[in-house]
């Protein structure tokens, strides 16, 4: 929950602008709202605004427009330099940190002229590592499914039904924990989803996810205990909607089960295995693989397109000069 009383106003309405005009989710307002506090907090220590050495103690209430137009775009570099340097923040994180600020500053400049030179306007985004995705094999996903399906628990039904979807639909954590069962056309086989941006997609369901989720709804609590879990499908022991980091727990625990390495899977690494399997194992063309995941753009997609061991090791020794 965000406690707007602890921001300056120009940022609080540009956390309403971002909700109300370009339709983001609550989780990226939440982001928003996560990185420009801690922008703010090291504008104020950076422009020596205050005494106050301790940056997470910074009170940023009291920061101005006018405060805001003595940042040039050295002091925006100065910010990522300081979150590489001090938070080891990976390019990645500092990429989407960057995105932030660019928005944040093109709302303060172009929509509403808070500000008469951007100081975000020529900012670029960090290089990104261009790294091969790690996934699970078919076999390790074989494994984990068995594993988890053969055990006995209290949530064995619906700890299966959570990692059979990651597998086999290859869906973002956030998205999982926001079905619904009234998402689920079980006469299509078909789930609708509300992904990044507040996007809507649909995917469709094989005959494993289908038997999972049914199998689990059997035995799901029919008494959730706040309204917003009543149509969720996963609960909670606390028969509340699942928290993101309960099914990371399930995930990690599942995972250390099957002697998989958690320094190396995890929850995303899921989904990283459903895109990989389905495009090496299923001819899938990449712009269906980028519907079912969500994409925005077709390169986000061409990372799955990378070939295996396996495929490299069968191209050296297809070289007609191997046997010389």
Request: hydrophobic share 35%; aromatic share 8%.
């Amino acid at each position: 929950m965000i406690d707007k009383l602890k921001n300056p106003d120009f940022l609080n309405a540009f956390l309403d602008y971002s909700s109300v005009i370009l339709n983001k989710s609550p989780n990226t307002i939440k982001e928003y709202n996560y990185d420009l506090v801690n922008f703010l907090k090291f504008v104020k220590h950076h422009l020596k605004l205050t005494d106050e050495t301790d940056l997470q103690a910074i009170n940023i209430t009291d920061i101005t427009i006018e405060d805001i137009k003595k940042l040039k775009l050295n002091d925006l570099h100065s910010y990522l330099a300081y979150l590489k340097d001090f938070h080891n923040a990976k390019p990645a994180t500092r990429a989407r940190k960057a995105a932030c600020l660019k928005t944040f500053f093109n709302y303060l400049t172009v929509k509403t002229n808070q500000l008469e030179i951007n100081p975000a306007q020529n900012l670029e985004s960090p290089k990104l590592d261009k790294r091969i995705p790690k996934y699970l094999s078919l076999d390790e996903s074989k494994d984990l499914l068995n594993i988890v399906r053969d055990e006995e628990s209290r949530n064995n039904e619906r700890d299966y039904a959570i990692i059979t979807i990651f597998l086999n639909c290859g869906i973002r954590l956030a998205e999982l924990v926001n079905i619904n069962i009234s998402d689920i056309n079980f006469s299509d086989n078909k789930l609708n989803v509300i992904g990044k941006g507040n996007k809507e997609r649909a995917i469709y369901l094989n005959k494993a996810c289908v038997k999972a989720i049914e199998d689990y709804i059997k035995i799901r609590p029919k008494d959730a205990i706040k309204f917003d879990s009543r149509d969720a499908l996963f609960l909670s022991e606390r028969r509340e909607r699942i928290s993101r980091r309960t099914v990371q727990y399930v995930v990690k625990r599942e995972l250390q089960k099957a002697g998989l390495d958690i320094t190396k899977y995890s929850v995303h690494k899921l989904r990283h295995t459903a895109a990989t399997l389905m495009y090496q194992y299923g001819n899938v063309d990449i712009r269906a693989l980028q519907e079912l995941l969500g994409h925005e753009s077709i390169s986000t997609t061409e990372i799955y397109t990378h070939v295996d061991n396996s495929q490299v090791r069968a191209a050296v020794e297809s070289n007609p000069l191997a046997d010389m």
